[in-house]
């Protein structure tokens, strides 16, 4: 059974560090995609980057460049995200997601975020 | 940058009808990579379509995903109690590489 599981809800102050993650299994780990989604309060879904285990090629959205990291362990099936300095903007639910390789074709191939981990609640408060 | 446009942004029906969604992208998307999703609340999203009309494992088929170029459609034939949550379109392939539209609520009437 595919699965992601995430680490836990995180509380901070603005300034800190923070590295979540996003464990894998059930599957090839280093053969999809992970994308990063991040949900504010009350708000809508919006990428924030994705990575390929297998070489680590990593992309992000112009909005969220330079304002976290995306790096994965193919060895321990997780891949994580960090930031170096929070901001009390940063607080929202944050989801892994599972992709598969883009230009895949075939009756396995299914071009969306298939499995999602949980969720994991950043919260960022002086 | 591809901006996606749903609507309306709130659907207020009733058990058993029929619920039509928009998804209008400002430049044309490859079906192939037109993705829908359904959101509980306290829950994560859920993939229900891809490649615009295809149905992900385990996805009822009440539910049907249509178009092509800038105009796609997701359609619940007959809206059951568990159907009632927000739905998301997303595209793939340009700058930014993923993006999703803002969502469409359907609520009980």
């Known amino acids: 059974e595919v699965q992601l599981v995430q680490s836990g809800a995180e509380v901070r102050k603005p300034g800190e560090s923070l590295k979540i993650s996003c464990k894998g299994s059930g599957y090839s780990f280093t053969h999809y995609w992970i994308g990063w989604v991040r949900q504010m309060p009350g708000k809508g879904l919006e990428w924030m980057g994705i990575?390929?285990?297998?070489?680590?090629?990593?992309r992000y959205s112009p909005s969220f460049e330079g304002q976290v990291s995306i790096s994965a362990d193919k060895s321990i099936s997780t891949a994580y995200l960090q930031w170096s300095s929070l901001k009390a903007s940063d607080t929202a639910k944050y989801y892994c997601a599972r992709y598969h390789p883009f230009y895949c074709d075939g009756a396995d191939c299914t071009l969306g975020f298939d499995y999602w981990g949980q969720g994991t609640q950043v919260t960022v408060s002086s | 940058e591809i901006v996606l446009t749903q609507s309306p942004g709130t659907l207020s029906l009733s058990p058993g009808e029929r619920a039509t969604l928009s998804c209008r992208a400002s430049q044309s998307v490859s079906g192939r990579y037109l993705a829908w999703y359904q959101q509980k609340p306290g829950q994560a999203p859920r993939l229900l379509i891809h490649?615009?009309?295809s149905r992900a494992t385990g996805i009822p088929d009440r539910f049907s995903g249509s178009g092509s170029g800038t105009d796609f459609t997701l359609t619940i034939s007959r809206l059951e109690p568990e159907d009632f949550a927000v739905y998301y379109c997303?595209?793939?392939?340009?700058?930014?590489?993923?993006?999703f539209g803002p969502g469409t609520k359907v609520d009980i009437k």
């Open positions: 490649g615009a009309s």
């Open positions: 997303q595209q793939f392939g340009t700058s930014p590489l993923f993006t």
């Open positions: 990575i390929y285990p297998g070489d680590s090629d990593t």
